[in-house]
């Protein structure tokens, strides 16, 4: 009994650094995808051809790994012996929603008024979706240890992020951003996927997919310098390669309610890489609503829940 609860805690321990880290590394989009905009790349080809450059070298680094058996380990063989095309229906259903959705519909809702704003929403209603639809096609249980680290982290997001005016338009569309991404990580789950970096590869192949019929619609004429390669290598490495890799990961370790919970430290990050980076100082409602979240973390990881000797 004490070595089963030994192994379930290392277990929820390395999710949630998987999960951290993911947090960490999508933090980095804001500052990267700033800089690219100012170059001229619109958001839907940034949205394009960072996944396309993703998939592609991870192409590449995975060449030498035989085809058959990256497709083996996508799914685990225990989800009622899967065929190759049935894998693929699911991986390709997941990227629908964890990249064409989250990408597009963020786009638009950047549109409608302040980025914070549209990480909130987004965020927050990824949460509830994952725990939601957790509840309803895994059968996880919603505790109170869980209703009550969503609520925490959640306020705490809105204290950290949220000003005053909020149209409408952005609501409704970081809202899908964040319900896609939100069941995207439930049915990972529920189809057997396995984290890591095949997968990773697949659902980046499936995303490049979706993402060029929006990036064929607003085509114009591009021009690309030496800064928007770095920018787009940046963008395709860390938070679309290694972000995708680190929360596929922790998805094998947690439940996807309690993985977008402790996603939601990625405005901690944020302001932290913008006071190394930019020397922008925190304020003290930052402070305040960065304890709710890590509280929230904590709460909905079980840390307060006492241990059965």
Request: some cysteine; proline content about 2%; hydrophobic content about 55%.
């Amino acid at each position: 009994m004490i070595k089963n609860t030994s192994i379930q805690s290392a277990n929820k321990s390395l999710g949630a650094v998987f999960a951290l880290s993911a947090a960490a590394l999508n933090a980095t989009i804001g500052i990267i995808s700033i800089l690219l905009m100012n170059t001229g790349l619109k958001s839907n080809d940034i949205a394009f051809f960072k996944t396309l450059i993703a998939f592609l070298l991870l192409t590449v680094l995975l060449s030498k790994t035989p085809i058959r058996q990256q497709h083996r380990d996508v799914a685990t063989l225990e989800f009622n012996n899967p065929t190759l095309k049935r894998v693929m229906v699911a991986v390709a259903v997941c990227a629908f929603l964890g990249i064409f959705t989250l990408f597009v519909f963020e786009t638009q809702a950047y549109q409608y008024g302040n980025p914070a704003n549209v990480v909130v929403i987004l965020m927050a209603t990824a949460t509830i979706s994952a725990t939601l639809f957790g509840a309803l096609l895994l059968k996880n249980k919603i505790t109170i240890n869980t209703i009550v680290g969503v609520l925490l982290a959640v306020v705490g997001i809105f204290v950290i992020s949220w000003s005053s005016e909020v149209n409408l338009q952005l609501v409704i569309f970081a809202s899908l951003a964040g319900s896609g991404y939100g069941v995207f990580s439930v049915l990972m789950q529920r189809f057997g996927l396995k984290g890591g970096i095949y997968l990773t590869k697949y659902l980046l192949l499936f995303g490049s997919l979706f993402l060029f019929i929006p990036f064929m619609v607003t085509f114009d004429s591009i021009s690309i310098g030496y800064q928007a390669v770095l920018g787009l290598l940046g963008l395709a490495i860390f938070p679309t390669i290694l972000g995708f890799y680190c929360t596929t990961s922790a998805l094998k370790h947690l439940p996807a309610s309690k993985v977008q919970v402790v996603e939601l430290s990625e405005p901690l990050f944020a302001m932290l890489f913008a006071w190394v980076i930019l020397h922008e100082v925190a304020t003290m409602r930052f402070w305040i609503g960065g304890a709710l979240v890590i509280f929230g973390i904590l709460a909905i990881s079980d840390v307060f829940r006492k241990k059965a000797i």
